[in-house]
């Protein structure tokens, strides 16, 4: 039951942090929320692995290492996608693709996922059509941003690095602490910045929006750590 309790938890974060991200990244570059949420989730989670035990392992840091790279990437394209389509597909559909490539990676690794599961994936596919279809209603605001070919592009490559990213993290051995999740906020963030600097936005966005940069990256830290918590062979909590 508890473990119930934690994936909620962890979802709600997940959805609070995309919701505030999608917001932050229609106000200003989508580069510069990431560059800010990036390395206040890396720093708390680096304090947070102080007191949660663990001893790191060559291969849970090679595996925490790859999990960073492929989610910067995914973060950033997934904000970007925010920005310039529609929440209500963009959103969605990005978590269709994160729940069903790492189910399909586990079928295939031998794994046999409950009827259960594949009842909530067919549930989520219907619900992507239903929030998915356009309102004749709808302002001048919400007709600009459409679902283009670019949209579509950007929310399949970062529900597909999610999914890579999840699919990482859980090659990492029980009983390395968060330090895996350490090297993952780490490269992610260090990512980011060259990232940044190559494009030449590497500036701090307004305060105000610097304030919603912070709270995302809070958010993604209680739903990772809120995530490997309903984990039982991720012993870190």
């Known amino acids: 039951m508890l473990a119930v309790v934690l994936s909620l938890f962890s979802a709600s974060a997940y959805g609070v942090s995309d919701f505030v991200g999608g ?3 229609r ?8 560059l800010v949420s990036y390395p206040v989730s890396a720093v708390v989670i680096a304090a947070a692995a102080l007191f ?78 239903l929030v998915s279809r356009e309102s004749k209603t709808r302002g001048a605001l919400q ?36 330090w895996p999740l350490v090297a993952a906020r780490a490269v992610a963030s260090c990512e980011i910045v060259v990232i940044a600097a190559a494009r030449k936005q590497a500036t701090l966005p307004p305060f105000r929006l610097g304030r919603l940069a912070v709270s995302i990256g809070l958010l993604d830290v209680v739903a990772n750590l809120t995530m490997l918590c309903s984990m039982p062979s991720k012993t870190v909590c």
């Open 143 to 178: 007709q600009e941003r459409r679902f283009t070919a670019r949209v579509a592009w950007l929310t399949v490559g970062a529900g597909t690095f999610f999914a890579l990213s999840f699919v990482f993290t859980h090659q990492i051995t029980p009983g390395t602490g968060l």
């Open 23 to 25: 917001v932050a990244s």
């Open 52 to 129: 949660a035990g663990g001893t790191p392992t060559p291969n849970a840091i090679v595996w925490g290492t790859a999990s960073g790279v492929v989610m910067a990437l995914a973060m950033l394209w997934f904000y970007q996608a925010l920005s310039d389509g529609p929440m209500s597909i963009v959103s969605p559909t990005t978590a269709i693709i994160v729940a069903a490539l790492p189910a399909a990676v586990g079928i295939i690794g031998g794994e046999r996922p409950p009827v259960i599961a594949y009842v909530g994936i067919a549930l989520a596919l219907v619900a992507v059509v």
């Open 27 to 34: 106000k200003v570059e989508a580069l510069r929320v990431v």
